[in-house]
């Protein structure tokens, strides 16, 4: 299982919008947020959700290379 912080984790720069940082963001909608720090042990209910990655690199003389390498890369991310 990979637990992601959505308002502390780092976002790459070219995706960050900081109208969209749930650190800074408050719903007139809702009322809720911002998130402080700490917030996933304070709020309730925490959502789960599942992501199947499927790699598939079709290059004669490549492709397990690439694959492996794929897999390998997701799994440090994983156990982060």
Known sequence: MDEI???YDEVAPKHYKDNE???FFKSK???RGP???GWKQELE???CSYKLVKISFEVWGLQTRVEDYAQKVCG???KQ
């Open 76 to 78: 440090k991310i994983r």
């Open 35 to 37: 998130l402080k720090e």
């Open 21 to 23: 940082d749930p650190k």
């Open 5 to 7: 912080d959505i308002a």
């Open 29 to 31: 909608t809702t009322n």
């Open 45 to 47: 209910p925490i959502m």
